[in-house]
């Protein structure tokens, strides 16, 4: 494979970092596939470039002369410290590390909104009834291990142009009473209890603590996935409650962000928990809480909302953030 980056045959590096998954592919030109996709554990790397390596040596390649990165991370400056994550790197260190001409890295929440206008069809999964304008800003929000949030706006130009944010940790209010209690729980451990704090894999583990502990139960050390598959079957009251709460949780922190941007284009739902849910997630009390806004409840009734199925949503983004638009 060629590593000359201004060659048509030029290939790439792209990739996508949570806190619990680091996602890797390259791609060769400018409008090829993904090649030699892989998901290697975050926890396993001491920081990006050891994983960068790693990933390389799985698939047999140099690494190429380009590359971007997405990162559930605010990136600011050179020095990066991921909030989920033990990761600590400099940004150009790691490019000098890995022998890179270009090393692009950008917020995970902002290479999602870049790949939005490219999602179509079965890409989407509509939830409710909407109708997007197609002019107007569109909102991304996504709990995994944290909750990520951006935007995407149209300049006076018509260019679309992503807007990367920290809105997962935005102050969580409560929407009824039990709710109000819940977040009382929380309180007692949490100064200031922002939506990830409910509304992500640690927020279903924290909301299973919470009401176990109302209801005075018996708690067990149950992982995120393990409270999902619990709620789903309804095996266990406290995880099916603290399923359904997440749900709804998350349709008022979608309806908050809705209304701040005017997201009348639409809302997308991504993350590693919603698309797991299956047809769950369409039955539950997302939509309601998401329409639940007094006075504003047409305006959001007007607005669609979407879970996002496309595969590799964020290697998209991070492809377009090297002017490549994956096949």
């Keep these: 494979m060629s590593t000359d980056s201004s060659s048509a045959d030029a290939v790439r590096l792209i990739g996508d970092i949570g806190g619990t998954n680091a996602r890797f592919a390259l791609l060769r030109g400018s409008c090829g596939p993904m090649l030699s996709a892989h998901t290697l554990a975050t926890a396993d790397f001491a920081d990006l470039?050891?994983?960068?390596?790693?990933?390389?040596?799985?698939?047999?390649?140099?690494?190429?002369?380009?590359?971007?990165?997405?990162?559930?991370?605010?990136?600011?400056?050179?020095?990066?410290?991921?909030?989920?994550?033990?990761?600590?790197?400099?940004?150009?260190?790691?490019?000098?590390?890995?022998?890179?001409?270009?090393?692009?890295?950008?917020?995970?929440?902002?290479?999602?909104?870049?790949?939005?206008?490219?999602?179509?069809?079965?890409?989407?999964?509509?939830?409710?009834?909407?109708?997007?304008?197609?002019?107007?800003?569109?909102?991304?929000?996504?709990?995994?291990?944290?909750?990520?949030?951006?935007?995407?706006?149209?300049?006076?130009?018509?260019?679309?142009?992503?807007?990367?944010?920290?809105?997962?940790?935005?102050?969580?209010?409560?929407?009824?009473?039990?709710?109000?209690?819940?977040?009382?729980?929380?309180?007692?451990?949490?100064?200031?209890?922002?939506?990830?704090?409910?509304?992500?894999?640690?927020?279903l583990v924290n909301l299973y603590q919470a009401i176990a502990r109302l209801g005075a139960r018996p708690e067990e050390p149950l992982t995120p996935a393990e409270i999902c598959e619990r709620g789903l079957a309804a095996s266990d009251a406290a995880c099916e409650e603290a399923l359904a709460r997440f749900c709804s949780w998350l349709g008022n922190v979608a309806g908050n962000l809705a209304l701040t941007l005017g997201a009348r284009g639409g809302v997308y739902i991504g993350g590693g928990i919603v698309p797991r849910l299956g047809d769950y997630f369409a039955r539950s009390g997302f939509r309601e809480a998401f329409e639940a806004k007094g006075r504003f409840h047409d305006y959001l009734a007007r607005i669609p909302t979407y879970v996002i199925r496309a595969p590799q949503p964020a290697l998209v983004g991070a492809a377009m953030a090297l002017g490549v638009h994956p096949a």
């Design 49 to 203: 470039g050891a994983a960068v390596q790693a990933y390389l040596a799985r698939v047999g390649q140099p690494a190429p002369l380009e590359a971007a990165i997405a990162i559930a991370n605010p990136v600011e400056g050179d020095q990066l410290r991921m909030t989920n994550s033990r990761w600590v790197f400099s940004i150009e260190a790691t490019r000098q590390q890995l022998g890179l001409r270009r090393l692009v890295m950008l917020n995970d929440w902002e290479a999602m909104a870049l790949a939005a206008p490219a999602l179509s069809g079965d890409d989407l999964e509509p939830i409710g009834a909407g109708v997007a304008v197609d002019t107007a800003p569109r909102a991304l929000i996504g709990p995994g291990t944290g909750l990520g949030v951006s935007a995407l706006v149209r300049s006076r130009e018509g260019e679309w142009v992503p807007i990367a944010g920290e809105g997962g940790h935005v102050t969580l209010a409560p929407g009824c009473e039990r709710e109000a209690d819940i977040l009382r729980m929380l309180w007692r451990e949490y100064r200031h209890v922002s939506a990830e704090r409910l509304v992500s894999g640690m927020g």
